[in-house]
């Protein structure tokens, strides 16, 4: 499994990133993919996942302003992030599998950093 993270990066409160994660290594097409986020000293938390069947799902925090989507022809994930609120600040990872499943596959790039700041 290998997973890389981009987009990341500095934006204002209230604009918006949009975060890519190709794939590879696995049968992208039928495997569920999930975003979790990282604040220094805090573990790892669930953002969103979307299953092969094009169901998604989100934290409460981020529900109603960030959506989930993939394209199984690029193996590649999307996060897009709108109206952005400081406390989103963290270091964004895609992971293999779904909401329950994530953590235990233990498959999640790099990440890459968003910063909410004025």
């Known amino acids: 499994v290998h997973l890389v993270e981009s987009g990341g990066g500095l934006v204002q409160p209230g604009g918006s990133l949009r975060l890519s994660c190709a794939a590879s290594g696995f049968m992208f097409r039928s495997s569920a993919m999930s975003w979790a986020r990282q604040v220094p000293g805090k573990g790892l938390e669930w953002v969103s996942s979307?299953?092969?069947?094009?169901?998604?799902y989100y934290g409460d925090t981020v529900k109603g302003r960030f959506t989930i989507s993939r394209d199984n022809a690029k193996n590649t994930v999307y996060l897009q992030m709108n109206n952005l609120k400081p406390e989103d600040t963290a270091v964004y990872s895609c992971?293999?599998?779904?909401?329950?499943?994530?953590?235990?596959?233990?498959?999640w790039g790099q990440g890459t950093q968003v910063t909410v700041s004025s």
């Open positions: 979307i299953y092969s069947t094009g169901n998604t």
């Open positions: 992971a293999k599998g779904g909401r329950d499943t994530w953590r235990q596959l233990g498959a």
